[in-house]
């Protein structure tokens, strides 16, 4: 088998209401509906990097210990949005904590040079909003 690139990657929803107003009004990413229910796009640009994230590392990278807080649904999947800078990171968080999203981790520099924050979108995804130079 020879993947050529993810063709699509998205939440499964029990809340269309709740997963709407956080990926679409949230997020601002704009979804046509082409079937009743089913939302998506095609113009949101494409995976830069795809990677199976153990559960110790994702909790380490969020709350600085390899322990899940029990209080919190354990994400089954992750997503990670890159924006134009560190400073856009930051606005971000500021948006996201504005429109009632709680952050799991605001905005912060990494020690290999990403600048991330997370939060749990209604579903449970692990969703960073970050900016990776070498990306850009």
């Known amino acids: 088998?020879?993947?050529?690139?993810?063709?699509?990657?998205?939440?499964i929803t029990?809340?269309?209401?709740?997963?709407?107003?956080?990926?679409?009004?949230?997020?601002?990413i704009q979804l046509d509906e082409p079937a009743p229910g089913y939302l998506h796009t095609e113009s949101?640009?494409?995976v830069k990097a795809?990677?199976?994230?153990?559960?110790?590392?994702?909790?380490?990278?969020?709350?600085?210990?390899?322990?899940w807080p029990a209080h919190l649904?354990?994400?089954?999947?992750?997503?990670?949005?890159?924006?134009?800078?560190?400073?856009?990171v930051a606005e971000a968080v500021a948006e996201l904590v504005a429109a009632g999203h709680e952050m799991l981790r605001?905005?912060?520099?990494?020690?290999?040079?990403q600048t991330t924050s997370r939060l749990l979108s209604p579903e449970g995804m692990l969703v960073g909003v970050s900016h990776t130079p070498w990306m850009h």
Do not use: C, K, N, Y
Not at 73 to 83: A, N
Not at 106 to 113: L, V
């Open 106 to 113: 605001d905005a912060h520099d990494e020690p290999w040079g």
């Open 50 to 67: 795809f990677a199976l994230w153990p559960l110790a590392q994702a909790a380490e990278a969020t709350f600085g210990s390899p322990e």
């Open 73 to 88: 649904p354990v994400p089954q999947t992750w997503i990670e949005f890159d924006v134009a800078s560190p400073q856009a």
């Open 14 to 28: 029990r809340d269309a209401d709740a997963a709407v107003g956080f990926w679409s009004g949230a997020l601002g």
């Open 1 to 11: 088998m020879d993947i050529s690139f993810v063709a699509g990657f998205g939440p």
């Open 44 to 46: 949101l640009p494409g």
